[in-house]
């Protein structure tokens, strides 16, 4: 399947289980992938042919900059959800939520969840 890819998202939000990640917020990054037949995008040259990257930006920083939630598993549920509500031709997707600095003592360079959806049939 081919895949439009969108790397390296970056936002402010305020999930988390601890108060202060709530209070104060912090970045986030996500990865997404999706699966999309890009074939028929590739010969007619048209749009409605394929996904908007930046619409589905913008579908992805309403949920991370929107409502908090305790767990980034929630997050990226949250953006696999939305991003098949708003693309009939997406088939799959990979969403990644990184949290580049939860408040976690010891040496890392962050933590991350991935999850793979496939559209409902």
């Known amino acids: 399947m081919d895949k439009i890819i969108l790397k390296n998202l970056q936002y402010y939000g305020y999930h988390g289980l601890l108060p202060e990640e709530t209070k ?16 028929k995008a590739g010969l007619s040259d048209k749009m409605e042919d394929s996904i908007h990257y930046g619409q ?22 949250e953006i696999a959800n939305n991003l098949f ?12 939520v990184i949290k580049p600095n939860p408040p976690i003592d010891g040496h890392y360079e962050s ?3 991935e999850i793979y959806r496939e559209k409902k049939l």
């Open 24 to 39: 104060l917020g912090q970045r986030f990054n996500v990865d997404v992938e999706l699966a999309v037949d890009l074939k």
């Open 85 to 96: 509500k708003n693309f009939d031709l997406l088939q799959a997707c990979t969403v990644r």
């Open 111 to 113: 933590v991350a969840v």
């Open 56 to 77: 589905a930006y913008e579908v992805v920083r309403s949920i991370v900059e929107g409502d908090p939630k305790n767990l980034i598993e929630s997050v990226a549920e």
